[in-house]
């Protein structure tokens, strides 16, 4: 038997296994419009709870509805892609399927990277903003607790975290192979959010020449190029300043392309023809496309730079089978307490059952009491009225079952009534 309330558990989703980043970033959710975005969600298909996860390697949506076949095309309207075959991108997953993708999403074992940490900090991201939204229930608030849990366990009892390589150090790497040394590079990055931080670390450590932080708000901009030792370029200059810089790094929210194939080809110009190296970490992109087809520029993707990140897997592989088994042990515990909470209405209905025999059979024996029976006959009385009223309709359900219900009644009789007189 199929438990109602798992059944009602879903994942619905893409990421960089089954998309390119031309898919993805139609389908990514502007974290300003996160908020509106859940409610339409909930409003539009009578979903009761949901939590959306928008990365730059994935969009996803987990929720609990009585109605799933609404939740593709809700979110193809939703973007604008009609005519669109966007279901050929998509994977779907529910009851137990729905937790264990979420554990080992969580726990970095469905990354681009295996075992890379940043993920867990993006679901935890995207369960505060679906309870800010209002959008996040009992069963997906005690999912995602499993979540975080399965999450730290894999972390502190596995190796997974080990040799890991993450899109950072891709990225210096590939930087480095194309230009030479970082510390004779001129870098600047172009956001100020947790990517960047990332990044800008990871450059930090090889002393670039110099490092400057392009972001349209000055505040967030001029924190940034404090934290990463460099100087701050508002984003309205950002054309005129390109070609000061060799390596350009961009990760932004932005919904447009911040530069374009025209922009670069100046920017060339100015610099004679000189390499330039272009990373382009955000989802919707924030360098057109067509950038790449420029000599002289060498333009990666987050997809470009998962490629880079594969040499240390086979070793990333053995601690992730151990991981596997703490995400199967972590579902089963979830499903457990699914089921537990499943059967409460059935206890509780029983318990007042009860409870209503218990009550009429306690006023009647007082009133026998105040017309001044004898007590041993009142509790006779009592007890053989409690029993029968409480053993009716097990025993009428038994006289009238039939093969082949009958022989499972027996069995849940034998269950609920165990033979233990002595």
């Not at 199929?2 to 059944?7: G, I, W």
């Not at 950002?238 to 350009?248: E, K, N, P, Q, R």
């Not at 333009?299 to 199967?328: F, H, M, P, S, W």
Request: hydrophobic share 40%; net charge negative; proline share 4%.
């Amino acid at each position: 038997m199929v438990d109602s309330t798992a059944h009602q558990l879903h994942a619905f989703g893409l990421n960089h296994q089954t998309a390119p980043v031309a898919v993805r970033e139609r389908v990514a959710f502007p974290e300003e419009r996160l908020t509106s975005s859940l409610r339409a969600l909930c409003h539009d298909t009578s979903t009761e709870e949901a939590v959306i996860l928008s990365t730059c390697n994935r969009t996803e949506i987990y929720c609990k509805t009585a109605k799933p076949e609404l939740i593709t095309d809700w979110l193809a309207d939703h973007h604008d892609l009609a005519g669109f075959d966007l279901g050929q991108y998509l994977y779907h997953k529910d009851g137990s399927a729905a937790a264990n993708h979420a554990f080992r999403v969580a726990s970095g074992l469905d990354s681009m990277v295996l075992g890379e940490t940043q993920i867990l900090g993006q679901v935890k991201q995207a369960v505060r903003m679906a309870q800010e939204s209002d959008t996040l229930g009992t069963l997906l608030h005690k999912m995602f607790d499993h979540t975080f849990s399965v999450a730290k366990a894999v972390r502190s009892q596995t190796r997974i975290g080990e040799r890991s390589v993450s899109l950072a150090s891709a990225a210096l790497r590939l930087t480095e192979d194309i230009l030479g040394p970082m510390n004779e590079q001129r870098v600047l990055f172009i956001g100020a959010g947790e990517m960047i931080e990332l990044v800008g670390t990871y450059f930090l450590d090889r002393h670039p020449k110099t490092v400057t932080v392009a972001n349209r708000s000055s505040d967030r901009g001029h924190a940034m190029a404090q934290q990463l030792k460099g100087n701050y370029l508002p984003l309205s200059d950002l054309g005129g300043a390109l070609s000061h810089f060799d390596v350009i790094i961009s990760s932004t929210a932005s919904q447009l392309p911040l530069i374009g194939k025209g922009m670069v080809e100046s920017a060339l110009r100015q610099r004679k023809h000189r390499p330039l190296v272009m990373i382009d970490l955000a989802v919707p992109r924030d360098i057109e496309p067509e950038v790449a087809q420029l000599d002289d520029v060498f333009l990666y993707t987050v997809d470009d730079l998962g490629k880079v990140t594969q040499e240390n897997r086979d070793y990333r592989e053995a601690a992730a089978e151990e991981a596997e088994l703490i995400i199967a042990q972590h579902v089963e515990e979830f499903l457990a307490w699914i089921a537990s909470r499943n059967v409460v209405p059935t206890i509780r209905s029983l318990r007042n059952h009860a409870d209503h025999y218990r009550r009429q059979e306690l006023d009647k024996a007082t009133r026998a009491l105040q017309r001044g029976l004898p007590v041993e006959k009142v509790l006779e009385q009592f007890s053989v009225s409690l029993m029968n009223k409480w053993l009716h309709h097990p025993m009428q359900a038994l006289n009238h079952s039939h093969d082949p219900q009958r022989p499972g009644l027996i069995d849940a009789v034998r269950q609920l009534f165990p033979d233990d007189q002595t």
